[in-house]
C-alpha cells in the first residue's frame, strides 16, 4: 500500500478538548522556535509579537514538539479523551 493510500485510512476525530496547551507567554522569549520547524504537522505558527499560534486538531500525537520544547512550562501535553484524535484504521 502507498504512503498516500496508508494515510488516507486515518481519521482525525478532533476532541473539544485540546489535549496540547501552548503558552504563548512563555514562548515569547524562546530563542529557538523550535516546535515551528519539529513539528511534523506544521501546527506551530509564530505570531508578529513573539509568540506561537497553535492548532491542536491536526496533531500525530507524536510528542516531538513536548520533548523539543526548551521553554519550562510552555507545553501542556496530554492524550486526548478516549475516541478522540487519530485513529488508525487497518485493511
Ligand atoms: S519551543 Fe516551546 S517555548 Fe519555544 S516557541 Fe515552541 S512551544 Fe514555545
Ligand atoms: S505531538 Fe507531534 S504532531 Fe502533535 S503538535 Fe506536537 S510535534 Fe506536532
Given at each position: 500500500?502507498?504512503?498516500?493510500?496508508?494515510?488516507?485510512?486515518?481519521?482525525?476525530r478532533?476532541?473539544?478538548?485540546?489535549?496540547?496547551?501552548?503558552?504563548?507567554?512563555?514562548?515569547?522569549?524562546?530563542?529557538?522556535?523550535?516546535?515551528?520547524?519539529?513539528?511534523?504537522?506544521?501546527?506551530?505558527?509564530?505570531?508578529?509579537?513573539?509568540?506561537?499560534?497553535?492548532?491542536?486538531?491536526?496533531?500525530?500525537?507524536?510528542?516531538?514538539?513536548?520533548?523539543?520544547?526548551?521553554?519550562?512550562?510552555?507545553?501542556?501535553?496530554?492524550?486526548?479523551d478516549g475516541g478522540q484524535?487519530?485513529?488508525?484504521?487497518?485493511?
Open positions: 500500500m502507498s504512503f498516500d493510500d496508508r494515510m488516507a485510512t486515518v481519521d482525525f478532533v476532541g473539544e478538548r485540546a489535549h496540547i496547551m501552548v503558552d504563548s507567554d512563555v514562548c515569547r522569549s524562546c530563542t529557538t522556535k523550535a516546535c515551528v520547524t519539529a513539528c511534523p504537522a506544521n501546527l506551530f505558527a509564530p505570531t508578529s509579537d513573539g509568540g506561537i499560534l497553535f492548532n491542536y486538531e491536526q496533531c500525530f500525537e507524536c510528542g516531538t514538539c513536548y520533548m523539543i520544547c526548551n521553554g519550562e512550562n510552555a507545553i501542556r501535553w496530554t492524550y486526548p484524535g487519530v485513529v488508525f484504521r487497518r485493511g
